[in-house]
């Protein structure tokens, strides 16, 4: 993508020119199960400007997905706060998040979630659906991303009967649907052979073209890494700059 690097700022004491649409202070998150607490990231520190496109990479267990939850309000930290288009979504009650998420907000998940009795079509809308669009705006919506994906065969299949890799384009399609301000994926491209990675590549970058839309997205992929502005990792439970 072709923009100008940003200068990468990532720390309380960077000079940010505009507010970020997304701040990330002093976050801290650890998880407990038995008995046993698990710390995963530790006064961790991000700013990402509108329209910046990153790549998390970084090896099994480091604390990518925790990231991303925490960055899409889908985790609460323990300590910190998550600011985003300047509103502190820390201290959002759930109901209220959760009207927040679905109109700023895209998500691919690791595991996609999609509704496997429904159809490829009906999954896609269901985020117009739940937000209370009209029915017939978000099916052309639905329709015209499907159709782009290269999905137009598929929209009336059930999800359980389309493909790995088909059901990886229907969950990017569903996080898509409804133009989010902020798309985050996790490993988008995880089940995909290379004409179809290199399709969702193609894809990801015109809708940062078209609609100046923000992206995070973990990868293992370093084609996909490639296309993103800037590569971060976590190193010591914090978000720090690669290369
Ligand atoms: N809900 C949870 N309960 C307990 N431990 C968790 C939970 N979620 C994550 N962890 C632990 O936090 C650590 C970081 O997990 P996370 O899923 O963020 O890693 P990751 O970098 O995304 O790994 P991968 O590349 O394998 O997806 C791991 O040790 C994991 O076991
Ligand atoms: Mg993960």
Redesign the pocket.
Known sequence: MDREKSTGDCGPEAGPDKLPLIRMENISKS???NGTT?S?LDSLWVDIHEGETIAIV??????????L?VLGTLERPDKGRVSLAGADVTAMKNAELASFRNHFLGFVF?FHYLLPEFSTLENVMMPGLIAGMKRVEIKDAAESILMRMGLKERLANRVVDLSGGEQQRVALARAIVMRPKILLA??PTGNLDQKNSSQVHEFLAELNREFDMTMVV?T?NPRLADYMERKMT?ENKRLVEVG
Not at 61 to 66: A, R, S
């Open positions: 998880f407990t199960t698990v995963v970084g090896e099994s267990g480091i604390g990518k997905t925790t990231f939850h690791q996790d490993e973990v293992h976590i």
